[in-house]
């Protein structure tokens, strides 16, 4: 009963490739985010979606385009891919605002 | 700058010691919140306290905030090897517009 969830866990790709990450949350919250934590574990939003509306897009390349077909979900696809995209990427629900966040257990990307 | 930052950035006890981490913040706030991360894994919330609080317990955590100084602390009492992971402060600001997290402690407890 894995209350945030993100798919793939690992992901390696080449430069100039396109990639999506996937993210489901069971908890029936309103609000979904995306953070990037960098190798010093420096923790970033990205986004943030509210019943499916973006309330937040940081500074963040247009290459990067969240989608959420229903507040449950909210995916991260990545075009073009770039060195620098390499992150741990973390997908988060919380019931509404900015409360008690619950986070997904993080996806690696690696580009080559 | 950092909206939030921590200190120590490495903290290295024994088991059973007290461990203290200490976050300062520059905007004015909603909420102040401690997050743990095991390597590997995601963040999970510890403890909110809001910005009209003082002090607030959870367990083996005592987590202080003081406004004035803009400034926070988490107090784990009793350290086990288990609580060995990096350990987060993060602040709503009043703007309600985000949650910012701090550059984090990483706490080692040596059996």
């Known amino acids: 009963d894995t209350a945030v969830s993100q798919t793939p866990k690992y992901l390696v790709t080449q430069m100039g490739n396109d990639k999506s990450i996937k993210c489901e949350q069971n908890?029936?919250?309103?609000?979904m985010y995306w953070y990037k934590q960098d190798s010093k574990k420096f923790l970033k939003i990205m986004f943030s979606?509210?019943?499916?509306?973006?309330?937040i897009n940081e500074t963040v390349p247009n290459r990067f385009s969240p989608k959420s077909p229903d507040k449950a979900h909210l995916n991260l696809h990545i075009n073009s891919l770039e060195l620098g995209d390499s992150a741990v990427y973390f997908c988060?629900?919380?019931?509404?605002?900015?409360?008690?966040?619950?986070f997904g257990p993080g996806t690696r990307l690696t580009v080559l | 700058s950092q909206q939030g930052e921590e200190d120590p950035q490495a903290l290295s006890i024994q088991e059973g010691e007290n461990a203290t981490m200490n976050c300062s913040y520059k905007?004015?706030?909603?909420?102040l919140q401690w997050y743990r991360q095991n390597s590997g894994r995601g963040l999970v919330h510890l403890i909110l306290?809001?910005?009209?609080?003082r002090e607030k317990h959870s367990g083996r955590l005592r987590v202080t905030l003081d406004t004035s100084k803009k400034s926070s602390s988490l107090l784990i009492t009793a350290s086990r090897a288990a609580d060995t992971a990096s350990y987060f402060c993060?602040?709503?600001?009043?703007?309600?517009?985000?949650?910012?997290f701090g550059e984090g402690t990483q706490l080692t407890v040596n059996p």
């Open positions: 905007t004015s706030i909603n909420n």
């Open positions: 979606y509210n019943n499916k509306e973006l309330i």
């Open positions: 993060a602040t709503e600001e009043t703007s309600g517009s985000r949650l910012t």
């Open positions: 306290i809001r910005s009209n609080e």
């Open positions: 988060a629900s919380s019931r509404k605002g900015w409360g008690e966040q619950f």
């Open positions: 908890l029936g919250h309103d609000t």
